[in-house]
């Protein structure tokens, strides 16, 4: 998966792109998420935590988050209109080995997004300043304060909950995870994140490559994944289920099932 995120200083609607018109107008916000849907890349709109600037900027940052082609790059236009106009192949931009923490803080999405996530954020930013940005929506609301780490494109929940949520980010910088507060690699599919957290879980590697997928094989509700391990492939295997009732959202007027995968068995690894 591919990331494009936009600097949109000020208040967002429901949709960032589509219903922020003091920031964007919303043909051209329709315009950006086409062009970039068309493209395979997935667009959120950043801005920096705590009190606005009177000066706004319009900076962009574009990230490979394949495993094997990690890479984050920086520009800037003079206005709204130039995100239209930027290359979406990597040809442009100014490449940089810093991080970019997004944290969700998107309150007219949800608002546990806003009260969690901003918390979560001026914890972070005491630390990593210049890496620390709220971000938009990036879903899975009931795992809030979601966190977004690029380039690899690890997602985490519950930040707000860490002792220290910039631990999270100095274990990123050291390439290694923090499973209890991670979801998955936004670049694989939700039955292969949750393989490898039961693979971190039996084995213990917390490396943000270890177990790298060599295989899923799924057949009536059920899947089978390999994994690479040290010294030999572990084998996971999931079955689909539902939760009970929840709600997704703080602001959810209805509960509804979840879809999970469930562990049967976890084998091999030497």
Known sequence: MR???LELCGPWGHSALLE?????PSELGRQIAQRAQAADIRVAA????GKRSDQRRWRWALADARPGQESLRWGEVDGPDG????PLDGSVGTP???PLVAICAHGKHDQCCAVRGRRATSLIAERYPEATWECSHLGGDRFAATMLLLPHGLYYGHVD???DPADIVTRYSEGRVVPRFLRGRSSYPAAVQVAQHHARMAFGDDRIDAFAPLGVVESDGQVEVTLAGSPGPVEVHLRETFSEPIFTMCQARSAGPVR???LVEISGGG
Do not use: C, H, Q, V
């Open 3 to 5: 990331w494009l995120m």
């Open 20 to 24: 922020s018109p003091a920031l964007l």
């Open 46 to 49: 950043i801005r920096r935590p």
């Open 83 to 86: 995100y239209a106009e930027i």
């Open 96 to 98: 940089t080995d810093e």
């Open 161 to 163: 909950l860490a002792a």
């Open 260 to 262: 999970r995968w469930e």
